[in-house]
């Protein structure tokens, strides 16, 4: 008998999309994350060795907060060891932000385990239709990788930002050492980039008016989304430069300073 077709569930859909990896096949320098609020965003970092991950946050649970009084109420979410049952390993970071070591339990925080690809082809990077998955641009040799992590974890990464400075913006630059030049466009982060990428696909929505076909305008709307998504990639866009990471802190500004700050003070300084 033939064998009965069932549905995919969505983490099953989730690990097509995203690449998900045993934690035993986990290398230092590996940009792994894990998906956070049923598959609402991911939170990014960088594995260390060792059972340890650095990762860049706003506070635990808040990876994408926007710092108002309506994250509790949008972004909700708890972390694994709550302030009065902390992580033997890790203490109590239920309040800690900006730049920080967890062990790779704490981070997933009951989350699945993620690799995050790099050098990826044009073709697989548009299949790939969620964002913060991969990238286009190359990584760098792990020990460049962590020497930027290890940096950054005893000197900062300026403010958070959820559109120019984020955990995922941290991850790839540790990756890749590109900065952002310029102070109207969104960061690295492939998930604000999908978010602009949307956006551009609904604003382009009258071109769909040229066909009357459902498929006609599924192709438009998810053409216009592709091409929006491939072009701010940080392996294609033209405005980024390959930063020192010792130049990169010297020229962070204050903590509610955001990257554009950072550009800024570079461009001054001739960088």
């Known amino acids: 008998m033939p064998s009965e077709s069932r549905r995919w569930s969505v983490p099953e859909i989730a690990g097509f999309l995203s690449n998900k990896i045993p934690k035993d096949e986990l290398k230092p320098g590996d940009h792994i994350y894990s ?9 990014h970092g960088i594995y260390v060795g060792d059972g340890m991950v650095i990762h860049f946050t706003r506070a635990a649970g808040q990876e994408i907060g926007t710092g108002t009084v309506l994250d509790p109420f949008i972004f909700s979410s708890s972390p694994l060891h709550p302030s009065d049952s902390p992580c033997p390993r890790c203490g109590d970071q239920s309040r800690t932000e900006g730049v ?4 790779l339990e704490c981070f997933l925080s009951g989350g699945e385990l993620y690799l995050f690809q790099y050098g990826v082809s044009p073709g697989l990077f548009i299949a790939k239709t969620r964002g913060g998955t991969c990238t286009i641009a190359p990584s760098d040799p792990p020990e460049h990788v962590l020497h930027r992590a290890v940096f950054l974890l005893q000197n900062g990464f300026g403010g958070y930002n959820i559109f120019k400075n984020n955990c995922e913006d941290f991850a790839i630059y540790c990756k890749t050492g590109l900065l952002v030049f310029t102070n ?10 999908s978010f602009v990428a949307a956006r551009a696909a609904i604003f382009l929505s009258p071109l769909c008016f040229i066909t009357t076909s459902v498929s006609g305008l599924a192709a438009v709307g998810y053409g216009a989304y592709s091409i929006s998504r ?18 990169l802190i010297l020229c962070l500004g204050p903590p509610e300073s955001g990257p554009a700050t950072t550009t800024d003070t570079l461009k001054e300084k001739g960088s």
């Open 184 to 193: 109207h466009s969104v960061g690295r982060s492939g998930q604000a980039t």
């Open 35 to 43: 998906w956070r609020n049923t598959y609402l965003y991911a939170h």
């Open 100 to 103: 920080i070591s967890s062990c």
């Open 230 to 247: 491939y072009f701010y990639d940080i392996g294609v866009r033209r405005d980024v430069r390959k930063i020192p990471v010792e130049k």
